[in-house]
């Protein structure tokens, strides 16, 4: 039975692990949808479709950044509705759901090869995108809503990069596979499609049932405007400085997914399990270090933390680029290193935003979680979709070649090099560079415990969307 939204706000202590494993449940969707389009979309669109480098990064890039104008909408619309599911309960499966049907279509391949599949893939992935953000937003929120208490929210956080971890391990890791016992070329990538869409749809049922005892929170005022929610963001320091440094580090991990094929057929030689070696590589580790993190978190704090996994993330990449020269035993472990400032990087920084969630209540008497996540996952998809344009760019610029056979042509020694100074310079470059963002945040536990204790406003009901309950 679904607990109602009522008006309790976020419990104080620790919740039931059940509520941990239901919430960590929907990164099986995120996970799935945030890598695999960025794994295998642009070399779906070079190697398959035989569309151009230079306009595949488009096709690539701009869905996604119409989500940078959408996440916000669809913040500020879960903020606004009210339901027996809670306020954001409802997105999760009904955009879920939606979202694994259109991830299929992106790769259902209705015009074959050519100008007019690239055309239909640009439009089935900004249908998809649009699905994405009504599921990711309210997913992001609930955090903030879920828990008061400093040390939970990071609690909360490992379990769902443990699950994202695992997700984005099994998408990446099978996804290849699926698609070459499929037969490969537009056949293999249908089946690919389909594969991907079970997990997107099994995490999104699985995040709704299995967050229905978890308390709702109380969301309220959401900002009728885009401008206002930006003022609102404005206006929160530390949220502001998270941000910048989450997009130009997620730009980074970004580029690394999108090279992922390319540096396994032209660097590593090795397009048959080079992609699967290479993604499990750099994912598993997540699954076993994250106890490891959150304990150095716990002992330094979640700042100190994320700035010592993007260094440790940007020196395994930096290092990278002597792989030509180095045999495969070699390269494996740095892209191991990779993944364990992977998860640290992620986990920190997801476990950070929150804070500054509670930061703004406590500061301002509302609480928005819905305003502030729609911009970080604005943000967020922005910089995943920035980062194949840039690799997509790269390629187009040192000479790659096309091709729609399935198969990728021969490159010059050029193109080789693009491939591997964006599969390792750049994401280094990015994912490091970006700490430099940091210096502006300043929450700690000691000051989050210091804030008044928030007592937000409720919102009126007239201005409220309705979702499964009739008589509110």
């Known amino acids: 039975m679904d607990a109602p939204s009522g008006g309790a706000g976020p419990v104080a202590g620790a919740l039931p692990r059940r509520v941990h494993a239901g919430y960590a449940l929907g990164s099986l969707a995120t996970g799935a949808f945030?890598?695999?389009?960025?794994?295998?979309?642009?070399?779906?669109?070079?190697?398959?479709?035989?569309?151009?480098?230079?306009?595949?990064?488009?096709?690539?890039?701009?869905?996604?950044?119409?989500?940078?104008?959408?996440?916000?909408?669809?913040?500020?619309?879960?903020?606004?509705?009210?339901s027996r599911w809670g306020a954001r309960r409802p997105y999760l499966l009904v955009a879920g759901l939606a979202l694994g049907v259109l991830f299929a279509a992106i790769f259902a391949a209705p015009f074959g090869a050519g100008p007019a599949a690239g055309a239909y893939v640009a439009v089935a992935f900004l249908a998809t995108a649009t699905a994405f953000a009504f599921f990711q937003v309210p997913y992001v929120a609930m955090p903030a809503e879920l828990t008061d208490d400093y040390a939970e929210r990071t609690r909360l956080m490992s379990w769902r990069i443990a699950v994202l971890a695992l997700a984005i391990l099994v998408s990446g890791a099978v996804a290849p596979l699926v698609r070459d016992a499929g037969g490969g070329g537009l056949p293999g990538h249908r089946w690919m499609g389909l594969f991907v869409a079970g997990l997107i749809a099994l995490g999104a049922v699985g995040a709704?049932?299995?967050?229905?005892?978890?308390?709702?929170?109380?969301?309220?005022?959401?900002?009728?405007?885009?401008?206002?929610?930006?003022a609102v963001v404005a206006g929160n320091r530390p949220f502001r400085a998270l941000l910048v440094c989450?997009?130009?580090?997620?730009?980074?991990?970004?580029?690394?997914?999108?090279?992922?094929?390319?540096?396994?057929?032209?660097?590593?030689?090795?397009?048959?399990?080079?992609?699967?070696?290479?993604?499990?590589?750099?994912?598993?580790?997540?699954?076993?270090?994250?106890?490891?993190?959150?304990?150095?978190?716990?002992?330094?704090?979640?700042?100190?933390?994320?700035?010592?996994?993007?260094?440790?993330?940007?020196?395994?990449?930096?290092?990278?680029?002597?792989?030509?020269?180095?045999?495969?035993?070699?390269?494996?472990?740095?892209?191991?290193?990779?993944?364990?400032?992977?998860?640290?990087?992620?986990?920190?920084?997801?476990?950070?935003?929150?804070?500054?969630?509670?930061?703004?209540?406590?500061?301002?008497?509302?609480?928005?979680?819905?305003?502030?996540?729609?911009?970080?996952?604005?943000?967020?998809?922005?910089?995943?979709?920035?980062?194949?344009?840039?690799?997509?760019?790269?390629?187009?610029?040192?000479?790659?070649?096309?091709?729609?056979?399935?198969?990728?042509?021969?490159?010059?020694?050029?193109?080789?090099?693009?491939?591997?100074?964006?599969?390792?310079?750049?994401?280094?470059?990015?994912?490091?560079?970006?700490?430099?963002?940091?210096?502006?945040?300043?929450?700690?536990?000691?000051?989050l415990a210091a804030e008044p204790d928030p007592t937000p406003h409720t919102h009126p009901a007239d201005r409220a969307v309705v979702v499964g309950d009739e008589s509110r």
Do not use: H
Request: net charge neutral.
């Open 208 to 230: 709704f049932l299995g967050t229905r005892s978890a308390p709702g929170g109380t969301v309220a005022e959401s900002e009728p405007t885009l401008r206002a929610q930006l």
């Open 246 to 447: 989450f997009v130009v580090q997620s730009a980074g991990v970004a580029t690394v997914l999108a090279g992922v094929n390319y540096f396994a057929e032209q660097i590593l030689r090795d397009p048959e399990g080079g992609p699967t070696i290479l993604f499990a590589c750099f994912v598993a580790p997540a699954l076993l270090v994250m106890p490891l993190w959150t304990r150095v978190g716990a002992r330094v704090g979640k700042l100190a933390a994320l700035v010592a996994a993007s260094l440790i993330f940007a020196t395994g990449a930096l290092t990278l680029v002597a792989a030509p020269v180095l045999p495969a035993l070699a390269v494996y472990p740095l892209v191991a290193l990779i993944g364990v400032g992977y998860a640290g990087q992620q986990v920190f920084a997801l476990a950070m935003l929150p804070d500054c969630i509670a930061y703004d209540t406590a500061r301002t008497g509302r609480r928005q979680a819905g305003v502030f996540t729609g911009v970080w996952t604005a943000g967020e998809t922005f910089g995943l979709a920035l980062g194949p344009g840039i690799f997509g760019l790269v390629l187009q610029l040192t000479g790659y070649v096309s091709s729609d056979t399935g198969t990728a042509a021969t490159q010059s020694d050029t193109a080789r090099l693009g491939i591997l100074i964006g599969f390792t310079v750049l994401p280094a470059l990015l994912v490091g560079l970006a700490v430099l963002f940091l210096r502006p945040y300043d929450l700690s536990s000691a000051r």
């Open 34 to 82: 945030g890598t695999v389009p960025g794994l295998l979309l642009l070399p779906y669109l070079t190697d398959t479709l035989g569309v151009a480098a230079g306009a595949a990064a488009l096709l690539v890039l701009l869905p996604k950044a119409w989500d940078v104008l959408v996440n916000p909408v669809a913040g500020r619309i879960s903020d606004r509705t009210r």
